[in-house]
């Protein structure tokens, strides 16, 4: 017979008599800047973590990584040694302005989660995705596309066209830009647009309330769980789905 029991210090394990023990996870950090002139196009993405994008320098991208691994028996290298590698070289890739963050594959980046604080120049697109973790991102004039399988995403003063969708997760967006979508699967969503703000709208929930602080000219039929409608004689799309949650449009 084989006894199983876990001791919760030190987290070890006994099988069958025999110890097998697990360090406490291993964290480090790295920070890299890099040049650029021009509109920066930027591609961003972890597994598990959080990604924090703002506005600095015209001329510079700071990128700040915090990485936290954990051992694996399916790995040849100790967390420590991981979080070493990563440190010493961090998933950056740059073509003039074109800034790729995140491609982790191989070995120094199994059970690894990254999370990103980046700075970047104003004009800035941004695309944007994490598996399990929260997405911020505020102040860029490109367009912003955030995409969080687990967690949610917050996008403020964007200029150009916004995208958000959460798998589990609510969606906060503030300032129209040139439009917005904003999808969930499960979740709220929340939109603060100018009380001067025109565009064009459309809302759908599985369940959940719609609440809409806008004055409103309807489309078609008036329904609990749908709206079509424009707002101060239309403008940008604004296009809002949730599978469970409430939208509320401030």
Not at 86 to 94: A, D, G, K, L, S
Not at 165 to 179: D, E, M, Y
Not at 231 to 246: A, E, I, K, L
Request: proline share 3%; with cysteine; net charge neutral.
């Amino acid at each position: 017979m084989i006894h199983l029991r876990a001791a919760v210090l030190g987290t070890a394990l006994v099988l069958g008599g025999s110890a097998v023990c697990f360090a406490q996870p291993a964290e480090g950090s790295f920070e890299r800047t890099l040049k650029v002139s021009g509109e920066l196009t930027l591609d961003v993405a972890t597994g598990s973590g959080r990604i924090e994008v703002h506005p600095g320098s015209s001329d510079s991208v700071v990128i700040r990584g915090r990485v936290v691994a954990s051992d694996s028996w399916f790995s040849g290298l100790s967390a420590q040694e991981r979080v070493r590698r990563v440190e010493q070289n961090p998933p950056i890739e740059q073509s003039g302005n074109s800034i790729r963050v995140g491609r982790t594959d191989g070995e120094p980046y199994n059970n690894v989660s990254i999370s990103y604080d980046i700075t970047v120049p104003a004009a800035t697109a941004l695309r944007a995705s994490a598996g399990s973790g929260a997405i911020r991102a505020e102040g860029i004039k490109g367009s912003a596309r955030a995409t969080a399988g687990s967690g949610s995403i917050e996008l403020g003063d964007i200029g150009g066209a916004m995208e958000a969708r959460a798998g589990s997760g609510r969606i906060l967006v503030r300032g129209l830009g040139s439009g917005i979508v904003a999808h969930a699967g499960s979740g709220s969503v929340t939109l603060e647009l100018a009380q001067t703000a025109a565009f064009d709208l459309s809302v759908s929930t599985g369940s959940g309330g719609i609440d809409v602080g806008h004055p409103m000219t309807m489309q078609g039929k008036l329904s609990r769980h749908s709206v079509n409608a424009t707002v101060r004689g239309g403008g940008p799309r604004v296009d809002v789905s949730t599978g469970s949650g409430s939208v509320r449009i401030n």
